[in-house]
């Protein structure tokens, strides 16, 4: 990392912000807990980046150790960017800063939220079913997918199709959003066209109750 200003500091949160805490690393990290992207791809979740800024910032998250670059096998044949295990374990961190900003009163809710950044807030909002029920879900964002798993009170979301789904959820981001909040209505969405469903429609109003509005 030449070049970068450090804080020369021996806490070891000072030595944190070293790796992590310039512009933009965090929000790498970010876009990258639920599996690997292409470059390109986290170009287009990281709206204001710049292509060089972003080319750097994943140049310093490699030195660190945070982040490594691989080429995918056939059929796809490309380079994708991916957290190391090391890296991995800044998910809690973040949701724990996800939560914790929730009871700022500068919070804002009114600006765009990223696919990526929507299934992370699930995460925080998450409520495991009374009922101990298991399920299999896909929630398609247009051609970006997640494969959405409940099971023994645990809630695990990556990047990609499920197999075996018992639903599939296909709309938009702001839809999911409003189905998610208390006032929510699946077939309202329905009869819009905003969301469209393969599954028990059944299971999806037990999968919205599943993720209330933080106190």
């Keep these: 990392m030449v070049g970068r200003r450090k804080y020369e500091d021996g806490c070891a949160i000072a030595q944190a912000l070293d790796v992590i805490g310039e512009r933009w690393a965090l929000l790498v990290v970010r876009e990258l807990v639920l599996g690997p992207k292409r470059f390109t791809d986290l170009l287009t979740g990281l709206h204001g980046a710049s292509s060089d800024v972003l080319t750097q910032r994943l140049r310093d998250l490699s030195e660190a150790g945070v982040v490594r670059r691989r080429r995918l096998g056939p059929p796809a044949a490309t380079w994708v960017y991916e957290l190391t295990d090391w890296g991995a374990e800044l998910e809690p961190i973040i949701l724990e800063l996800a939560q914790w900003v929730h009871k700022s009163p500068l919070m804002r809710y009114d600006l765009p939220l990223g696919p990526d950044s929507l299934m992370l807030s699930l995460k925080t909002r998450f409520h495991p079913p009374a009922d101990g029920e298991s399920a299999t879900l896909g929630l398609y964002f247009g051609d970006v997918h ?26 938009d981001q702001t839809t999911l959003l409003s189905l998610l909040n208390p006032d929510g209505s699946v077939d309202d969405a329905l009869s819009s066209g905003q969301l469209r469903l393969t599954g028990d429609k059944a299971l999806a109003d037990w999968f919205r109750g599943l993720f209330p509005i933080p106190g």
């Design 146 to 171: 997640f494969r959405v798993r409940i099971e023994d009170g645990r809630l695990d979301i990556s990047r990609g199709d499920p197999e075996n789904s018992d639903l599939i959820l296909d709309t």
